[in-house]
């Protein structure tokens, strides 16, 4: 795993956004506006998932190595009323905090993700923590209307994440070999390689380049099949479905991105 975050920095981050999405939450007419970007729920729905997801993500840390998932004991429900349902919110966020920072970065712990480029500890589920807040406070933001990119520094770091957490995978590819490559206008780029083997994703040095990791390779079979260039913050919402792929300048063959995102490995 590609750390390009601090675990400091991390969790910093994670409390700016948690800020950010109770802003968000305050300034909303009605806590019963339907959420744009997740339409099965309420502004309400989306605040009770954050903090009850938070409370049981800082006991699942809390518990160190473990066969499953914790759930927070105890806790109390998300208050309906707007000023308790924020203190509830900034409870949640600290309970987390305090967790993962007495746990520290290495601290081995529960993750649904599968280990090929994302390790089974507490800074990788940070790293996780920083992505799910970042979105969910863009979710917030838009049913405000008042949406804002993500800061670069958790874009940049998100793109990577995404690929390497949620996608990554040894589940055999069930279409023809690929590559998708994503390029942010700050600078970075990274290739999601796609084969029987599963997929791996990797940093490239430049746009259009091999990654390191396929040095040797025939390059045509390295070539990427279909590319999205965004700024970073749209490369992530566009890979959490939150913005059509539309919104990006792509090229090359939009079914291959397509099939990815129907594509799941568990079936």
């Given amino acids: 795993m590609t750390m390009t975050l601090e675990f400091p920095v991390l969790l910093r981050l994670i409390d700016e956004r948690s800020t950010a999405f109770r802003a968000a939450v305050a300034s ?25 997801g938070r409370r049981d993500w800082a006991a699942t840390v809390a518990a160190g190595p473990a066969p499953a998932k914790s759930a927070a004991e105890g806790a109390p429900a998300a208050p309906r009323e707007r000023e308790a349902l ?50 969910h406070t863009y979710d917030a933001q838009i049913t405000v209307g008042a949406p804002q990119p993500l800061p670069d520094e958790v874009a940049l770091d998100g793109v990577d994440e995404f690929l390497s957490t949620c996608v990554a995978t040894t589940s055999a590819w069930p279409h023809k070999p690929a590559a998708i490559d994503f390029h942010a206008s700050e600078g970075r780029s990274w290739r999601l390689s796609l084969s029987a083997d599963g997929a791996r994703s990797a940093r490239l040095p430049g746009p259009g380049a091999m990654p390191a990791t396929e040095a040797g390779h025939d390059p045509d079979a390295a070539a990427a099949f279909f590319s999205a260039r965004g700024t970073a913050s749209e490369l992530v919402l566009i890979m959490y479905d939150r913005i059509p792929v539309d919104s990006l300048k792509i090229d090359g063959d939009r079914r291959v991105f397509e099939q990815l995102s129907a594509w799941d490995p568990d079936e």
């Fill in 86 to 135: 924020l203190a509830w919110l900034a409870q949640s966020t600290e309970q987390l905090l305090d967790a993962l920072r007495k746990a520290g970065p290495d601290r081995g712990c529960w993750a649904w993700w599968e280990t090929l480029q994302s390790p089974h500890t507490t800074g990788a589920v940070a790293r996780h923590q920083l992505q799910q807040m970042a979105v």
């Fill in 28 to 52: 909303a007419p009605s806590l019963d506006a339907q959420v744009p970007t997740c339409p099965e729920w309420t502004l309400f729905d989306l605040a009770q998932h954050i903090g009850e």
